[in-house]
């Protein structure tokens, strides 16, 4: 069974940064398109960094050039390095299969990034 724990959360100012890891276990991770999902309060998760299993990334609008989306196959993780970041990037994060997203599927308790001064 597949799991995933992100951490690196935290609260940072405006124009701050930080870095998110997600650690997988199960089999296979090598050939899955991972995602970068975030929750704010009181709207739906949204996807906001994808990365294929050849390492090509795909950012949402909103955070293009700002975040960078990363794997490591031997390591069985993926990252996520937010720079500038804004009020409105605050959210729970979470790291999941993209096919186990679709399905609703694969959620952990995901990591809280609040962005304010």
């Known amino acids: 069974q597949v799991q995933f724990v992100e951490s690196g959360g935290g609260l940072v100012q405006p124009g701050g940064s930080l870095r998110l890891s997600c650690a997988a276990s199960?089999?296979?991770?090598?050939?899955?398109?991972m995602g970068w999902y975030r929750q704010a309060l009181g709207k739906q998760r949204e996807l906001v960094a994808r990365?294929?299993?050849?390492?090509?990334?795909d950012y949402a609008d909103s955070v293009k050039g700002r975040f960078t989306i990363s794997r490591d196959n031997a390591k069985k993780s993926l990252s996520l390095q937010m720079n500038s970041l804004k009020p409105e990037d605050t959210a729970v994060y979470y790291c999941?299969?993209?096919?186990?997203?679709?399905?609703?599927?694969?959620w952990g308790q995901g990591t809280q990034v609040t962005v304010s001064s």
């Open positions: 999941n299969r993209v096919g186990l997203a679709l399905a609703g599927k694969g």
């Open positions: 199960g089999t296979f991770f090598t050939i899955y398109e």
């Open positions: 990365i294929n299993s050849s390492g090509f990334p």
